[in-house]
């Protein structure tokens, strides 16, 4: 079973930037797919960014397209969400989780992080 946990969270400011680490332990991790979701007070769940095992493919939300990065460190069992030109409405608290197969649906993926909070001021 692989845990989750996420770090790098905070308050910035709109058009500041952050970036979101996701540290896993347990030796499944390479194999899995990864995916970050973020939820607002009141809002459900939804779907941010998604990526391969291999780091082959990525997915974003058209939300965050063009301004996060998804990326993976298989050797430090490590996914990250490098999040830019931050806006007021991206505040929430962000979710990586791990999934049985790459996908932008909260069902797909078993296995989630605590979360990490994500303060944009306008």
């Known amino acids: 079973q692989v845990q989750l946990v996420e770090s790098g969270g905070g308050l910035v400011q709109a058009g500041d930037s952050l970036r979101l680490s996701c540290a896993a332990s347990?030796?499944?991790?390479?194999?899995?797919?990864m995916g970050w979701f973020r939820q607002a007070p009141g809002k459900e769940r939804e779907f941010v960014s998604a990526i391969t095992p291999s780091s082959g493919i990525t997915s974003y939300a058209d939300s965050v397209k063009g301004r996060f990065t998804v990326s993976r460190d298989n050797a430090k069992l490590t996914v990250y969400l490098q999040m830019n030109s931050l806006k007021p409405e991206d505040t929430a608290v962000y979710y990586c989780a791990g999934g049985s197969r790459f996908s932008r649906n909260v069902a797909d993926f078993g296995f989630w992080g605590q979360g990490t909070q994500v303060t944009v001021s306008s």
């Open positions: 347990g030796r499944t991790f390479s194999s899995n797919p």
